[in-house]
C-alpha cells in the first residue's frame, strides 16, 4: 500500500459505507471503498472493468476511493463522469460528495450549482437543511478571524502524515508514519504515538517514541488522558495475541483500549466493552471531570457515515451505555475526532455542515445548548482540517490538516491568539487618470486566499486596513464595478507594525485589451485619418496619439503594432508604398514620445482592408474614401 498517496486514510478505517443511504442494499457492496485496512494501491479503471463491473459502479467505486483519499481532483473527475451518466437515478449523496469535491478543488462556482441539486433531491437531509439555512455562508468563512493565526510545527512533522494531537502533562502526543521513513513498509505498522515537549517559548523537543510497550503491529493513534495522567484511551485496529481480527469481508475494525500507567510503565491494555468486531469505535476524548468519554464509531444508530458518541464512565471504571449525540452535532456524512474542552465545548471534524471544503472543523458548546459553528478561516481550509484540541487556559491549541505548505501528507500546525495587527494605509487609484477613487473594497488575503482584514476607500480614496502581525506574506486586494481586479503582494516583518502608502492602482474594464483588439475601439478614440496622397500626420490626430502613449506607458507589458491603410484610388502599389510610410511616421511619433522602439512596430496594407465597399472601380463619395485611409492599433502582446 502506497501511504504517501493516501491522506489520512488510516484515520478514515473505522468509517462505515460512505453510502450510508443504500445501507442494507446489497448493491452498497460494490461501492464501499471506506475501508482502506484491505486495499493495496489505488483501484483504475481497467482492473475494475475486467472483474464485470458496468460503468456507473466503476465511476462510483474510483470516485470513492479517490473521495476518501482526500484526492478531491480525482474524485470530482469521476462523480462528473458518474452523474455525466445518468444524474437523475444516481443516489443524491453523490452530488453532495461531487459538491464537496468540487468546492475543495476551489470550484465554488458548479458546487454551489450540484449543492442546489442535492438540496433539491433530498430536502430531508439534515446537510440539506443546514445548507439551506446557511447559503450565502462561503464569502463569512473566508474571512478570516483576528483572534488566531496558525503556524506549522515544521520542527516536529515528518515527510509522512502526522495528526491527532493530545495534552498529556508537558508533552504533545501524536499519532504518526514517521516510522516507514527508516523501517521495511511490508513489515512495520502504519501509525505509532509520538511525544514533543510543549515549550512555554523557543522550539519543540525533537519527537520520540511515546511508549515502547504501546507499539504493536497494529496502528495506535488519537489519544486522550485522565487529569492525573495515569489511565489512557487510545484507537488500534482489531488487534489480539499478535495479529489483527478480521471481520467477514477482511477488515479489521478500529477500537478504543484503555491503559493504566503503572510502575513507571504503560500497561494492563483493556477491550473496552461496547467496541465491537463489526464496527468501529475511535478518536476517544475526556471530558475535563474523567466522568464521560466522547468518540466517534458506525456502529448501530449511526446518523450517516460515522457519528459522534458519548458515553458515561462510573466511579467504578465500568461505561454505561453509548449515546448518538443527535442531528445536532451529527449529519448523514461524517463527524469524527471529538475533542471536549475544560467548559464543556465540544470541537469535531465533519463534511456533512456546511464548510469550505473536505473535512472542516466545527465547536458547539454543550452546556448551553449552543449552534454549531464553523470555526473558519484560517483553521479551516478547502482541505481536510481535523483533530483539533483547545487549551482555553491559554487560549491556544493544535489541529492537524493535509494543506498545501505542509512537510508532509498530513502536518499538525499550532493555534496561536493573534497578539497584534500591523495598520496597512494607502490609496487605490485608476490606473490612467491617477485619480483617487472612492467606495473600493479593500481586501487582505492570505497565501491560501482567505480574508485577513477588510476596508472601504474614503471620498479620497484612502483605505486604512488591519493585518495579523503573524502574516508574513499577504496581498492587498481592490475590488470595485467597472474595474478590473488590482493587487499588490506584501512582505513585513515582525517588527513592522505599520505600513504606509501601500498603493493599488485599478484598471477600467473597458480599457482592458485583448491580443488582437484595436486601441482606437478599446479607449474609443477618435479615427487616425491621413489626408489623400499624404503621410503626414494630421494635427487633430495627434491628442488621440497621447493617449495610445499614455495608455502603453501605464502598461509596459503591452506591445503594438501599427497598421496603417489607404483608399482604393492609386494604383496598388503605389498604396502599399504610401501606406508604409504612414505607419514609419505614425510609430516615429509614439517612439518620440517615450515609447520604447521594440515595443512598437508599424506595417501598411495598402487598400487590402477597406472597411466598406469603396473598392476599384466603385464610385464612392470622398466622405466614403476617407474612412479607410487610417491607422489601427493593434494589440500583439
Avoid at 44 to 55: I, R
Avoid at 350 to 368: A, R, V
Avoid at 417 to 430: F, K, Y
Wanted: glycine letters at 8%; aromatic letters at 12%.
Amino acid at each position: 500500500m502506497n501511504f504517501k498517496s493516501s491522506t489520512v486514510f488510516v484515520i478514515l478505517l473505522f468509517i462505515s459505507a460512505l453510502c450510508s443511504a443504500q445501507k442494507g442494499n446489497k448493491k452498497a457492496v460494490a461501492d464501499n471503498f471506506e475501508h482502506y485496512a484491505y486495499m493495496g494501491y489505488g483501484s483504475t479503471y481497467e482492473e475494475l472493468s475486467k472483474k464485470g463491473m458496468s460503468d456507473e459502479d466503476i465511476c462510483k467505486n474510483l470516485g470513492n476511493e479517490a473521495y476518501l483519499r482526500a484526492k478531491y481532483d480525482e474524485a470530482s473527475y469521476w462523480y462528473a463522469k458518474l452523474l455525466e451518466l445518468n444524474s437523475s437515478t444516481t443516489e443524491p449523496d453523490y452530488m453532495y460528495r461531487y459538491a464537496q469535491s468540487l468546492k475543495s478543488i476551489k470550484n465554488y462556482k458548479d458546487s454551489e450549482i450540484w449543492m442546489k441539486k442535492f438540496k433539491k433531491a433530498k430536502k430531508n437531509d439534515v446537510r440539506a437543511q443546514n445548507y439551506n439555512k446557511d447559503e450565502g455562508y462561503f464569502d463569512e468563512l473566508m474571512t478570516a478571524s483576528n483572534e488566531y493565526t496558525i503556524e506549522n510545527l515544521a520542527s516536529v512533522n515528518s515527510k509522512e502524515s502526522d495528526f491527532a494531537p493530545s495534552f498529556y502533562k508537558e508533552f504533545l502526543v501524536f499519532s504518526t508514519g514517521r516510522d516507514l521513513e527508516t523501517t521495511d513498509r511490508s513489515s512495520t505498522p502504519y501509525l505509532n504515538l509520538y511525544k514533543t515537549t510543549r515549550p512555554e517559548k523557543g522550539q519543540y523537543s525533537t519527537a520520540t517514541a511515546f511508549s515502547e510497550e504501546l507499539k504493536s503491529v497494529a496502528n495506535e493513534s488519537s489519544t486522550t488522558f485522565s487529569k492525573d495522567g495515569n489511565t489512557m484511551y487510545f484507537t488500534r485496529n482489531n488487534y489480539k495475541k499478535g495479529s489483527f481480527n478480521r471481520d467477514k469481508n477482511g477488515i479489521s475494525r478500529l477500537k478504543i483500549y484503555r491503559s493504566r500507567f503503572t510502575d513507571g510503565k504503560w500497561g494492563a491494555i483493556e477491550d473496552l466493552p461496547f467496541n465491537s468486531d463489526l464496527y468501529s469505535v475511535a478518536h476517544p476524548t475526556l471530558n475535563n471531570e474523567g466522568t464521560k468519554l466522547y468518540f466517534s464509531s458506525d456502529m448501530p444508530g449511526t446518523l450517516g457515515a460515522s457519528d459522534i458518541f458519548m458515553v458515561a464512565i462510573q466511579p467504578d471504571g465500568s461505561f454505561g451505555t453509548p449515546e448518538n449525540l443527535g442531528s445536532k452535532v451529527n449529519t448523514e456524512s461524517k463527524e469524527t475526532f471529538p475533542f471536549i474542552s475544560a467548559s464543556g465545548v465540544l470541537y469535531f471534524a465533519s463534511n456533512g455542515h456546511p464548510g469550505l471544503g473536505g473535512l472542516d472543523m466545527f465547536s458547539i458548546d454543550l452546556k448551553n445548548e449552543g449552534a454549531v459553528k464553523n470555526l473558519g478561516n484560517p483553521i479551516n481550509s478547502p482541505n481536510d482540517d481535523f483533530s483539533m484540541i483547545f487549551d482555553e487556559e491559554t487560549n491556544s491549541g493544535f489541529f492537524a490538516s493535509n494543506r498545501s505548505g505542509g512537510v508532509g501528507n498530513d502536518d499538525i500546525y499550532a493555534l496561536k491568539t493573534i497578539d497584534c495587527m500591523v495598520t496597512i494605509t494607502g490609496t487605490v487609484v485608476d490606473k490612467d487618470t491617477e485619480q483617487p477613487l472612492p467606495f473600493v473594497t479593500v481586501n487582505g488575503k492570505n497565501t491560501s486566499g482567505g480574508n485577513i482584514g477588510e476596508a472601504i476607500t474614503d471620498a479620497e480614496g484612502n483605505y486604512s486596513i488591519e493585518i495579523p502581525c503573524q502574516e508574513s506574506q499577504y496581498s492587498i486586494v481592490a475590488n470595485l464595478d467597472g474595474y478590473e481586479e488590482g493587487s499588490i503582494f506584501m512582505f513585513t516583518t515582525p517588527d513592522e507594525k505599520n505600513i504606509k502608502n501601500a498603493r493599488v492602482v485599478l484598471e477600467e474594464s473597458s480599457k482592458v485589451a485583448v491580443i488582437g483588439a484595436d486601441l482606437v475601439k478599446v479607449l474609443k478614440l477618435a479615427p487616425i485619418y491621413f489626408d489623400l496622397n499624404s503621410s503626414y500626420l494630421r494635427d487633430d490626430a495627434f491628442e488621440n496619439l497621447d493617449k495610445v502613449v499614455a495608455y502603453m506607458i501605464k502598461r509596459p507589458e503591452v506591445k503594438v503594432e501599427i497598421g496603417s491603410h489607404t483608399d482604393s484610388r492609386e494604383e496598388d502599389g503605389y498604396n502599399l508604398w504610401l501606406s508604409d510610410r504612414r505607419a514609419k511616421r505614425t510609430v516615429a511619433y509614439i517612439i518620440s514620445a517615450g515609447i520604447d522602439e521594440s515595443r512598437i512596430t508599424g506595417k501598411g496594407y495598402g487598400e487590402t482592408a477597406l472597411i466598406n465597399k469603396c473598392a476599384n472601380g466603385v464610385i464612392c463619395s470622398d466622405r466614403d474614401h476617407q474612412l479607410n485611409r487610417r491607422s489601427e492599433f493593434i494589440l500583439i502582446e
